[in-house]
T-cell receptor
Framework: DAGVIQSPRHEVTEMGQEVTLRCKPI?????LFWYRQTMMRGLELLIY????????DSGMPEDRFSAKMPNASFSTLKIQPSEPRDSAVYFC?????????????FGNGTRLTVT | DQQVKQNSPSLSVQEGRISILNCDYT??????FLWYKKYPAEGPTFLIS?????DKNEDGRFTVFLNKSAKHLSLHIVPSQPGDSAVYFC???????????????FGRGTSLIVHP
């Protein structure tokens, strides 16, 4: 049973470059979430989708950040242009239904370093 | 404005003893609480949860206690084992009329180290 798959695991890039993070949710899950983990802010929600439709992107820090979900099995988070303060671990998660007792299933994250 | 607070960034415990991780919340609308466990280089994994209609939920060595009046919950691990060393995130959700009301709000996490 494959879990949530994220790629790449590590990304090192220079300031100003475009970065694309990828996520494949668990098959059949209808919610997909993008989180960012930093020491200062912990786990913060950036955006989430329901049935491939973005529902709430209020957590996206700036217009430099964008996310898409073209189909039920794939999502991307893009940062253009990247800045050093974007350095963090980015997690994708999926869940089966919008119920209180439905836990999120997280991928192993992408560690982004912007120099 | 943090709605879910884990005020202890780290905790160190001897193997075999009890580990108590604490979490406070400010939003009285929260009615479901979850704990996630995270090992280095891995994503968080669900550990245990509790509904606001209960004050205790137990699963093996893990017990979560909820004190609604104090807006406080705690995770007890008894006995603690070296393999429990990880970061523990507290999360809270609430029911609502609009879609997306079950999106969890996470605390910043507590790093637990269990010494052999």
């Amino acid at each position: 049973d494959a879990g949530v798959i994220q790629s790449p695991r590590h990304e090192v890039t220079e300031m100003g470059q475009e970065v694309t993070l990828r996520c494949k949710p668990i098959s059949g899950h209808d919610y997909l979430f993008w989180y960012r983990q930093t020491m200062m802010r912990g786990l913060e929600l950036l955006i989430y989708f329901n049935n491939n439709v973005p529902i709430d992107d209020s957590g996206m820090p700036e217009d430099r950040f964008s996310a898409k979900m073209p189909n039920a099995s794939f999502s991307t988070l893009k940062i253009q242009p990247s800045e050093p303060r974007d350095s963090a671990v980015y997690f994708c998660a999926s869940s089966l239904a919008d119920r209180a007792n439905s836990p999120l299933h997280f991928g192993n994250g992408t560690r982004l370093t912007v120099t | 404005d943090q709605q879910v607070k884990q005020n202890s960034p780290s905790l160190s415990v001897q193997e075999g003893r009890i580990s108590i991780l604490n979490c406070d919340y400010t939003n009285s609308m929260f009615d479901y609480f979850l704990w996630y466990k995270k090992y280095p280089a891995e994503g968080p994994t669900f550990l245990i949860s509790i509904s606001s209609i209960k004050d205790k939920n137990e699963d093996g060595r893990f017990t979560v206690f909820l004190n609604k009046s104090a807006k406080h919950l705690s995770l007890h691990i008894v006995p603690s084992q070296p393999g429990d060393s990880a970061v523990y995130f507290c999360a809270a959700r609430y029911s609502g009329s609009s879609g997306g009301s079950y999106i969890p709000t996470f605390g910043r996490g507590t790093s637990l180290i269990v010494h052999p």
